[in-house]
Nanobody, 122 residues
Framework: QVQLVESGGGLVQAGGSLRLSCAAS????????MGWFRQAPGKEREFVAV????????DYADSVKGRFTISRDNAKSTVYLQMMGLKPEDTAVYYC???????????????WGQGTQVTVSS
């Protein structure tokens, strides 16, 4: 059974930084595409970033490009999301997801974590 466990969320002031982690188990991590999504209160879940199996290709939502960096450590079966220059509008529950396609579509991801809350104060 696949498990994805996010950590690293919290409360931070605008302009600050956080690093989210997502540890995977139960499936060969190196064969999986990993993505980050987020859901703000009252809004639909949206794509944030994705990284291919080798880490050689990454894609970002326009709203986070230049501020967030997705990376992975295949030896640790962990994907990271380094977030810098945080804004109040980045406040959301952040989810990691596992799939096989480098996609922005939620439907292309088979497994999801439980989410971690990120709150950015102004």
């Amino acid at each position: 059974q696949v498990q994805l466990v996010e950590s690293g969320g919290g409360l931070v002031q605008a302009g600050g930084s956080l690093r989210l982690s997502c540890a995977a188990s139960g499936r060969t991590f190196i064969n999986s595409v990993m993505g980050w999504f987020r859901q703000a209160p009252g809004k639909e879940r949206e794509f944030v970033a994705v990284i291919l199996q080798s880490g050689g290709w990454r894609d970002y939502a326009d709203s986070v490009k230049g501020r967030f960096t997705i990376s992975r450590d295949n030896a640790k079966s962990t994907v990271y999301l380094q977030m810098m220059g945080l804004k109040p509008e980045d406040t959301a529950v952040y989810y990691c997801a596992m799939g096989v396609l480098g996609s922005r579509r939620m439907d292309d991801y088979e497994y999801w974590g439980q989410g971690t809350q990120v709150t950015v104060s102004s």
